[in-house]
C-alpha cells in the first residue's frame, strides 16, 4: 500500500506524517527538521542517496500550490521502492542514482500557510481569524484560496536578498505595501524563519543545482537577470524535452527576490522554477497524475544527468 496519498489535499501533518513513514519503511532515506514556522508547524527535509551530486528540490513555497508537495512525496516514494527491488526510475538504475546522488527535498516550504488554504486551520482559531482580517483588505483575492503566504502575511518566495528591493518596489506598486495574502516581501530579506532555514540548509549543502516547484502554467524558468550559468539552459531544454514544458524567461514583475533568483545569483549554478499543470490555483488533485507524469523525467534527469535517458 502506497505511503504518499494523492487522493485528498496534504496538510502539514499529513507530509510530516508520511516523511516519517517513508524514513521508516526504507531506512536508507533519512530526515531532519530545518526550523518549525512561528506558529510551531515543522519544515522538514527528505533525503534520498549518497552520492557525491548533491541536488535541492523543493516545493510548496506558496500556500494554495500545495500539490507541489506531493509531486516531490510520490518521487521519493517511487524512488525508494526502486532502491529496495533493484529496479530503475525513469529508466535509470535506482541503486546506481543513489550512489551517484544525493537527492535533499524539502517539501513544504510553508506548512502554516498550507493549512490555512486546505481547511487545517479550525475557523475559530485565533491563527485563522487573524488571516481572516488581514485578507479583508484585500477582498479581490479570494479567502482563503487565493492565499500565497505564510500566515504572517510573508510572500516567502520573494524574501530573498536577490533583487529583493526591485522586487519591494515592485509589489509595493501593487499595493502589497503590508502583510498580504500575497506578494508582500517582508520587511527585509530572509526575515521569516521558514526563508532563513532554507537559505541556511542550501548554503550548508552547497549543491550541484536546485529546483523550486510551483504552480501553474507548464513553465520553466531557468534565468536570473543576466548571470550566466554554464550549462543551464542546455539543461533547461532537456527538462522542457522530458515534461512537455516551454523553457522561458522569467517574466520581469515575478523576477526577483525568489529562492532560485538567489541560488543563481549567489551560486552562479543551475536552478529552475517549474510551474506545473494549468488552471487555477490551488490545482485539484485530479490534474495529479499528469503532473507527475510530466515531472518524473526532471526529477531524475536532475539528479543524474549523465545516466537518465535524453
Aim: charged share 20%.
Amino acid at each position: 500500500m502506497a505511503i504518499v496519498d494523492t487522493t485528498v489535499p496534504i496538510t502539514s501533518a499529513s507530509c510530516d506524517r508520511m516523511i516519517r513513514e517513508i524514513v521508516g519503511v526504507y531506512p536508507f532515506c533519512r530526515s531532519e527538521v530545518l526550523t518549525n514556522t512561528v506558529f510551531q508547524r515543522p519544515v522538514r527535509t527528505l533525503v534520498i542517496g549518497n552520492g557525491s551530486r548533491k541536488v535541492l528540490y523543493t516545493a510548496a513555497h506558496h500556500a494554495n500550490e500545495w500539490i507541489t508537495a506531493l509531486v516531490l512525496l510520490r518521487f521519493a516514494e517511487e524512488l525508494a521502492e526502486a532502491i529496495a527491488s533493484d529496479d530503475a526510475i525513469y529508466g535509470v538504475p535506482a541503486r546506481l542514482l543513489a550512489q551517484s546522488s544525493t537527492i535533499y527535498m524539502v517539501p513544504m516550504v510553508d506548512p502554516d500557510g498550507v493549512d490555512l488554504v486546505v481547511g487545517a486551520i479550525p475557523p475559530q482559531s485565533p491563527s485563522f481569524l487573524a488571516a481572516q482580517i488581514l485578507a479583508s483588505s484585500f477582498p479581490e483575492i479570494p479567502f482563503p484560496a487565493g492565499w500565497k503566504a505564510n500566515l504572517v502575511g510573508v510572500d516567502l518566495n520573494l524574501n530573498y536578498p536577490a533583487g529583493w528591493l526591485q522586487a519591494r518596489e515592485i509589489k509595493f506598486a501593487q499595493g502589497f505595501d503590508r502583510p498580504a495574502p500575497r506578494d508582500f516581501v517582508g520587511r527585509a530579506p530572509l526575515n521569516q524563519l521558514e526563508t532563513r532555514a532554507l537559505a541556511g540548509y542550501t548554503q550548508t549543502l552547497d549543491p550541484a543545482l536546485v529546483l523550486a516547484y510551483h504552480t501553474q502554467g507548464r513553465v520553466i524558468y531557468w534565468q536570473f537577470r543576466d548571470y550566466f550559468v554554464p550549462g543551464a539552459e542546455e539543461l533547461g531544454r532537456r527538462f522542457a524535452a522530458a515534461s512537455g514544458y516551454s523553457l522561458e524567461e522569467t517574466p520581469y514583475a515575478s523576477s526577483f527576490a525568489g529562492f532560485k533568483d538567489w541560488f543563481i545569483q549567489d551560486y552562479r549554478r543551475p536552478g529552475y522554477t517549474i510551474e506545473v499543470g494549468e488552471g487555477e490555483n490551488p490545482l485539484p488533485l485530479s490534474q495529479f497524475d499528469q503532473i507527475y507524469r510530466e515531472n518524473i523525467g526532471i526529477l531524475t534527469i536532475a539528479a543524474a544527468p549523465d545516466l537518465a535517458e535524453s
